[in-house]
């Protein structure tokens, strides 16, 4: 089965305006989403979606594969089935450029561990006391099959049981759709808990189709705001091997 990956950039983000551009460890954040993105095994293609001419340039510059895609796109996916129109395959993987340490394969696994689902995203262990409240960070809950119940900004599941011993789960910004699984999501209403809990993928939630949650031990660091970029800078210049 054909892969593709697909990294939506867009410059007017609300909590940090030019983010794709902002610097890390020397380079620009696009490129170390485009850099992990290449690593990846099971991909036949990376593209780069933007709505900027900067950040397209930028791309280029590095030697990535822009794609310029309308402005008017209210979501990644959004922007993700301008580039599926274009360029066809069996699955697509929507993986957001905030996420500069999550290794090519991570996104193997998410592949790897799709399946014959629709969708499928990765959650890791929620590991500092600071994220359960920290609405940036989004939780997701699982059934016994580990398709997803719920996403939440809010820590979820409550724990009022203190005696069980539970591990609240942090979603990863990555998706993988199948091709029909993408258009399907596209041609929906933007649902009410989506708008609610501002979640894209609770419009999947909410109209039942499955998302399969593949776990990974990988401790990532999704870089939504500039105190986030500060803490992902320091995280490496402890740690070179991130780089």
Same mark, same amino acid.
């Given at each position: 089965m054909t892969t593709i990956i697909v990294i939506p950039a867009r410059w007017?983000?609300?909590?940090? *305006?030019?983010? *794709?551009?902002?610097m890390l460890g020397g380079k620009p954040l696009i490129q170390w989403a485009w850099e992990r993105a290449m690593e990846c095994k099971r991909a036949k293609k990376v593209v780069v979606a933007t709505d900027d001419q900067r950040i397209f340039d930028v791309v280029k510059g590095f030697g990535g594969e *822009? +794609?310029?895609?309308?402005?008017?796109?209210?979501?990644?996916?959004?922007? $993700?089935?301008?580039?599926?129109?274009l360029y066809k395959a069996d699955r697509y993987v929507n993986f957001q450029g905030d996420e500069p340490f999550l290794p090519g394969k991570e996104i193997d696994r998410l592949i790897e561990g799709m399946?014959?689902?629709?969708?499928?995203? +990765?959650?890791?262990?929620?590991?500092?006391?600071?994220?359960?409240? /920290? *609405? /940036? $960070?989004?939780? $997701?809950v699982c059934d016994v099959d580990g398709f997803a119940i719920y996403f939440s900004r809010a820590p979820i599941p409550f724990?009022? /049981?203190?005696t069980i011993n539970y591990s609240l789960q942090a979603h990863v910004g990555i998706y993988a759709f199948s091709s029909w699984a993408l258009q399907k999501f596209i041609s929906l209403p933007y649902g009410i +808990?989506?708008? $609610?809990?501002? +979640? @894209?993928?609770?419009?999947?939630? @909410?109209n039942r189709i499955p998302i399969r949650v593949v776990s990974t031990a990988y401790q990532t660091v999704a870089i939504d705001t500039p105190e986030d970029l500060s803490k992902a800078d320091?995280?490496?210049k402890h740690n070179k091997e991130l780089l």
């Open positions: 007017g983000s609300s909590r940090f *305006p030019g983010k *794709p551009l902002a *822009p +794609l310029m895609t309308k402005s008017s796109h209210l979501s990644g996916t959004d922007r $993700v089935a301008e580039v599926a129109a399946g014959a689902a629709p969708i499928a995203t +990765l959650a890791r262990k929620l590991m500092e006391d600071s994220e359960r409240k /920290n *609405p /940036n $960070v989004v939780k $997701v724990l009022k /049981n203190k +808990l989506e708008q $609610v809990e501002s +979640l @894209e993928q609770l419009r999947a939630i @909410e320091q995280m490496l």
